[in-house]
């Protein structure tokens, strides 16, 4: 079933993926389908503790692994083996040891019976070798160096050595108990994230990225370099609903890169574009990426609190690409789309109006104090409604009963806040009736069941993330390992701010390298974080700061997902492409550093509207001198002397010291009467 495995068979983000047909293939619909509607009951009713809770959905994580993702890349790919089928069974299976034993294990807590920690050992096993088809080896490998650490750091010269600890204080740190495997992330994957994941799946199902598409064309198609503006442009709307940054590549790229290198785009910068604009997505509010989730519920902090220091930097990082990409059509001399080829936005919503209601909702619901939970399944509840109204709707003739139809819809779905879940299933369950009565409504009903089989694949890798990054988290926690590393930042940071920022931002890129955004925030934050916090950098933003070079390394060569991705559909090469993205995304790199010293940038702090109008004006002039730098074009081509001038003014307007705003503004102005006369001079000649 192509729903169940990576279209470009070139690149595949997590690994070889399973073909498979027959009874494994309806096994494991059944068992996507089955977790989707498992979080879906979660999410609605809770009916379980918050330890099986987790529990189960790791089960299911396993479950749905072992049978997609073979144990070697060579293995057969048309059938699962018979021990993948027992290690699945074996990982669902235990998952119930929580909800079976809940009572014994809360009272032998701290004294685990040699059968608890049998459970332990073989769940922590086959999470490792989970993670090890799913995301390769370099994860397993840092969280391996972790555990090793736990069971043998006492051996190790202090400071770095611990007191030591037994086989069984490990496991249970590491599984019984919320300290490890169990703990925060795989709490918020199985709450959080897993509904947005599935949100995301219905909108895209329903078409969301066919209206992003033409929202896009239909806004700057026709402008100069205007196919590369629809990339930036239709990756920033598909961000909203994502959180996914390759996924967002071997999506919306499918369209854009070729569209691009169409209009006269290498295929390096075709792909370079595609990848910047897509991993952005991970910081576009409202739905964000994973990590978003976790930092709210790490810092114990509203989820809006998240996205409110987001949404100017965001905005920076877009208007960045934005740029970049208007300097090169204009260096290149590349026009448009023809108008006949660019479709109106207005008649695109207006035939696709009713995807953005759920958006809006989300949204709305967020910033008036709802929590991520509700707000992610109420969106979820309307997107379905949507989705089979429309099929309904679409089936009658008179426009009259149409319009009523959509008031009492409305009306239905708004009765979600007074009558509860039960209102929400009442009214899914009648539209579900009326799909099979009429005709073409069972393909939409085959729409939904898509979108529930797609949501529980994609929620996998995030998942095995969360589970595995929580081996780091216990052996921390448990040997207080991470004050070594923050007090050496500490140490550095009493002489130079800006080094301690430096210094944590290479261990993100490097970790970057070979794990994904999720476990390098995490350990990253687990250990810098606090440091950054204790140099006056204000919670958010020191977290955010990780955040955003945890991010920066899918972009970041050697081993830059998002360019990988790109080179896929470009076909060029994938170092190249990872090289002019880091050019394209500097705001990525200088954002967050402009953060630290001005807080208002995120809304931190003690801002005022001015300060954050100042801060915001500034940034932009930068980015404007940078991109004039990075591309040697402006209103004209720029000789070596003005763009090497042009770096420095930006370079200026970066760096928070005495006078050096003043220096910067003046260099912009000097620069910018220069080159208006140089080009004056031009065009008189």
């Known amino acids: 079933m192509s729903s169940l495995h990576t279209p470009d068979e070139e690149f595949h983000e997590h690994g070889a993926q399973r073909t498979l047909s027959g009874p494994a293939l309806k096994v494991l619909i059944a068992a996507a389908l089955a977790f989707s509607i498992y979080q879906l009951i979660v999410a609605a009713f809770h009916p379980l503790s918050s330890l099986t809770i987790r529990s189960l959905h790791v089960g299911f994580l396993l479950l749905l692994t072992f049978l997609i993702f073979p144990a070697f890349k060579s293995g057969k790919l048309t059938s699962v083996a018979w021990y993948d089928w027992l290690l699945a069974a074996t990982g669902f299976g235990l998952s119930f040891y929580h909800w079976i034993f809940e009572a014994d294990l809360i009272v032998r807590s701290g004294d685990p019976s040699s059968f608890d920690l049998v459970v332990g050992a073989i769940m922590i096993v086959l999470v490792f070798e989970a993670t090890r088809r799913m995301l390769g080896w370099a994860l397993p490998i840092v969280c391996g160096t972790f555990l090793l650490y736990g069971l043998f750091g006492q051996y190790l010269p202090a400071p770095l050595g611990h007191r030591g600890y037994g086989f069984d ?258 009214v899914i369950a009648l539209l579900v009736l009326l799909c099979l009565r009429v005709k073409g409504g069972r393909d939409t009903l085959h729409t939904i069941r898509a979108s529930l089989i797609d949501g529980a694949k994609q929620a996998l890798p995030v998942g095995v993330a969360c589970a595995i990054v929580g081996v780091i988290i216990g052996v921390l926690t448990l040997t207080g390992a991470a004050s070594s590393f923050a007090g050496f930042v500490m140490t550095v940071g009493e002489k130079s701010l800006f080094l301690s920022l430096f210094l944590t931002m290479i261990v993100c890129l490097i970790l970057g390298m070979g794990i994904p955004t999720i476990p390098n925030y995490i350990i990253t934050s687990s250990i810098a974080a606090p440091a950054l916090l204790s140099l006056g950098v204000p919670l958010i933003v020191s977290h955010m700061f990780v955040f955003y070079f945890g991010i920066m390394a899918d972009l970041t060569p050697p081993v830059a997902l998002a360019a990988f991705a790109a080179a896929s559909i470009a076909k060029a090469s994938p170092m190249k492409i990872g090289i002019k993205a880091t050019q394209i995304a500097i705001a990525g790199f200088v954002i967050p550093y402009m953060a630290v010293y001005t807080p208002a940038l995120m809304l931190q702090g003690e801002w005022t509207v001015l300060a954050v109008v100042y801060i915001v004006g500034k940034a932009l002039l930068a980015i404007t001198l940078w991109g004039a730098t990075s591309v040697g074009y402006l209103l004209l081509p720029l000789k070596t002397h003005e763009r090497a001038f042009t770096a420095v003014a930006a370079l200026m307007l970066v760096t928070a010291l005495p006078l050096t705003d003043q220096i910067g503004f003046a260099m912009a102005l000097g620069f910018g009467i220069w080159h208006l006369w140089q080009k004056r001079r031009l065009a008189t000649a």
């Open 169 to 426: 204080q490990i496991v249970s740190q590491l599984y019984l108990g919320t300290e490890g495997i169990l703990g925060i992330p795989i709490m918020v994957s199985a709450t959080y994230i897993f509904l947005f994941i599935l949100f995301g799946a219905f909108l895209e199902h329903a078409g969301m990225i066919k209206l992003f598409n033409a929202v896009a064309l239909g806004l700057v198609g026709q402008s100069k370099g205007g196919p590369a503006k629809v990339a930036v442009i239709s990756s920033g709307f598909m961000g909203t609903i994502s959180g996914s940054g390759v996924a967002n590549v071997l999506t919306v790229g499918q369209f854009t890169i070729p569209l691009m290198k169409r209009f006269g785009y290498s295929s390096v910068f075709a792909g370079a574009v595609e990848a910047t604009a897509s991993m952005g997505g991970q910081i576009m509010p409202p739905v964000m990426g994973a990590v978003a989730f976790i930092m709210a519920e790490t810092l114990n902090v509203p989820y809006v609190e998240i996205v409110k220091a987001a949404v100017i930097p965001a905005a920076l990082y877009y208007v960045t690409a934005f740029w970049m990409v208007h300097l090169e059509a204009g260096r290149k001399g590349l026009v448009g789309l023809p108008k006949e080829q660019c479709p109106s936005p207005l008649k695109a919503l207006k035939e696709s109006w009713y995807l953005a209601l759920p958006l809006a909702a989300l949204v709305g619901m967020l910033f008036h104090g709802f929590t991520p939970m509700f707000a992610g399944l109420t969106g979820l509840a309307l997107t379905a409604i949507l989705i089979l109204g429309a099929a309904v709707a679409a089936r009658v003739s008179s426009i009259a009963f149409r319009y009523v139809f959509w008031v009492g819809l409305g009306l239905a779905a708004a009765s979600f806040f007074e009558f509860g879940i039960y209102a929400i299933l009442a």
